[in-house]
């Protein structure tokens, strides 16, 4: 009798685990425009986005404001939102957690704790795993961002010293320097100030934006000088002068890092390598002599 009560309850809990994978995928959820160029996401998403409202609840506030410092130093914060990242965090984790199992199973009667220990470090890996790639590509951004801020405001400085004010300025700027994050980044605090928000303010979000420490110091010497009648020109090309220092001395900096990072493939891949060429015929010829 318990074996067929066994059985019905594992048909029961089988049919209840497809109801709740299959059941999103019924419903009629939009994918966002800025989703629809990966076709994986497009796919994905009808779980994603039910995962990422049935997850949202239980995230403390404090985890969402850094969920959303995040997104924002990445770039995402026009595009993305909480609940997608939750989603999409939550959908890995199962992934690889269900594929821990699977791929354990033959071993899960012998070792059940070996196995159910290595699914929940995958289950772990899969949900810091999009928040690692978001770290790693917030600090590729910041790199682009420190790259191309001399010549923004160098182009900015000229601008001023011709005699344009800091808006028309900002203007010629975005309009004349090549295209990237920063660019991109003031032409949308441009697209701001012409719907009305003040121009301070539009500037400062730009910097939150950013996440930049070096472009927020640039923000609020043009707010301080634009508060006490200062003359924007020697300030702006202080400031443009030190940047370009600053970005020398980085480049300064991992030049005189290159060195020691190449230590360590030098020794356990470079050296062995010659050690075999140069010793590889002095043994045949020792082998060969019958020494």
């Not at 010549?151 to 011709?162: I, R, S, W």
């Not at 320097?177 to 003040?198: A, H, N, Q, V």
């Not at 002095?282 to 020494?291: E, H, N, P, R, T």
Request: aromatic share 10%.
């Amino acid at each position: 009798m318990s074996f067929w009560i066994s059985c019905v309850l594992t048909g029961i809990s089988i049919c209840l685990c497809l109801y709740l994978f299959l059941s999103p995928a019924s419903n009629r959820t939009i994918v966002p425009q800025a989703y629809r160029k990966n076709r994986v996401l497009v796919l994905l998403w009808p779980w994603i986005y039910a995962l990422g409202h049935a997850v949202l609840p239980f995230m403390s506030w404090k985890y969402r404001a850094r969920l959303w410092s995040l997104l924002r130093s990445a770039g995402f914060d026009r595009m993305a939102q909480i609940d997608h990242v939750a989603g999409i965090q939550s959908l890995a984790a199962c992934a690889l957690g269900a594929s821990g199992v699977i791929l354990q199973m033959p071993q899960l009667i012998a070792n059940p704790f070996t196995v159910m220990a290595t699914a929940l470090f995958m289950t772990l890996v899969g949900f810091f795993l999009p928040l690692l790639w978001l770290r790693d590509r917030a600090a590729r951004r910041k790199h682009k961002i420190l790259r191309e801020l001399p010549f923004l405001l160098d182009m900015t400085t000229l601008c001023v010293e011709a005699g344009q004010n800091l808006q028309g300025a900002l203007y010629c700027t975005a309009n004349l320097c090549s295209p990237g994050i920063l660019r991109d980044e003031l032409s949308y605090c441009l697209g701001e100030i012409r719907t009305g928000k003040p121009r301070i303010e539009a500037l400062r979000a730009m910097a939150e934006r950013t996440g930049i420490e070096e472009v927020m110091l640039w923000v609020a010497s043009i707010a301080q000088a634009e508060s006490m009648g200062m003359a924007l020109g020697p300030l702006l090309r202080s400031q443009s002068d030190q940047r370009r220092q600053e970005r020398f001395n980085r480049a300064e900096k991992l030049a005189l890092e290159a060195p020691v990072k190449m230590l360590m493939p030098l020794v356990f891949c470079i050296f062995p390598c010659t050690f075999i060429v140069l010793a590889f015929p002095i043994a045949m010829k020792i082998l060969q002599s019958g020494v």
